[in-house]
């Protein structure tokens, strides 16, 4: 069974500063991993994914992720966070030869810049 | 601009009411999908779609039903609101291939 395990469910950084946001993920086959960022009383948007290549992958405002296959993790970075960084974030994984598609949730981690 | 609608957004209804979440999509996807946001935040599939005529339960066991009669909508019922719907609910799509889902900006669901 797919899982994917957010184990922060809160990180405090302040502005400037780097952030991580840490996920690991169990699934069969290749992984296909994303991540989303959630505003209050919005839906979730699309930061970034990896499907194949390139371990370190770019997305949205300044966000990447690194996948990296033997710890089973792929965890959101930013060089300098903004205030406006704060949100609620969500790692997602889905099985490649999975034909519905299926996207499982982490459990999400609540981010706050703090000025 | 949203390629993907839900209505409504936000709705308080009395216990025992049949209720319709709305959710349509412009992009002529085939697979589409309907997640519960529980207030710890987490989210759990309920339902999916394929296509036209085809739908599934989700990982979570939902009360809810869903129906797919044309592509561009996906639309959720409640028979019997009972307060432990109140929840948020939301509706997503995606093309195929290994891209992301697009989301709608949800329907906050309070049953009283």
């Known amino acids: 069974a797919q899982s994917v395990a957010q184990p922060e469910d809160q990180v405090n950084v302040a502005e400037g500063n780097p952030l991580t946001v840490k996920c690991t993920y169990s699934v069969s086959g290749n992984p296909y991993l994303f991540w989303y960022v959630q505003y209050p009383n919005r839906g979730l948007q699309f930061l970034l994914k990896?499907?194949?290549?390139?371990?370190l992958v770019k997305g949205s405002y300044g966000f990447e992720a690194e996948f990296n296959k033997s710890q089973t993790s792929f965890h959101l970075k930013k060089p300098s966070a903004l205030v406006s960084d704060s949100a609620l974030y969500f790692c997602a994984v889905r099985q490649s030869m999975d034909s519905s598609y299926k996207l499982i949730f982490g459990s999400g981690t609540r981010l706050l810049v703090r000025p | 601009e949203a390629d993907i609608y839900q209505t409504p957004r936000y709705l308080v209804i009395g216990t025992g009411k049949k209720i319709t979440l709305e959710c349509s999509q412009t992009m002529g996807h085939d697979k589409m999908y309907w997640y519960q946001q529980d207030p710890g935040m987490e989210l759990h599939l309920i339902h999916y779609s394929y296509g036209v005529n085809s739908t599934e339960k989700g990982d979570l066991s939902s009360e809810s039903t869903v129906s797919r009669i044309r592509t561009e909508h996906f639309p959720l019922t409640l028979e019997s609101a009972r307060p432990s719907h109140t929840s948020q609910y939301l509706c997503?799509?995606?093309?195929?291939?290994?891209?992301?889902?697009?989301f709608g900006s949800g329907t906050r669901l309070t049953v009283v």
């Open positions: 997503a799509t995606t093309p195929q291939g290994a891209r992301g889902y697009t």
């Open positions: 990896y499907i194949t290549g390139d371990n």
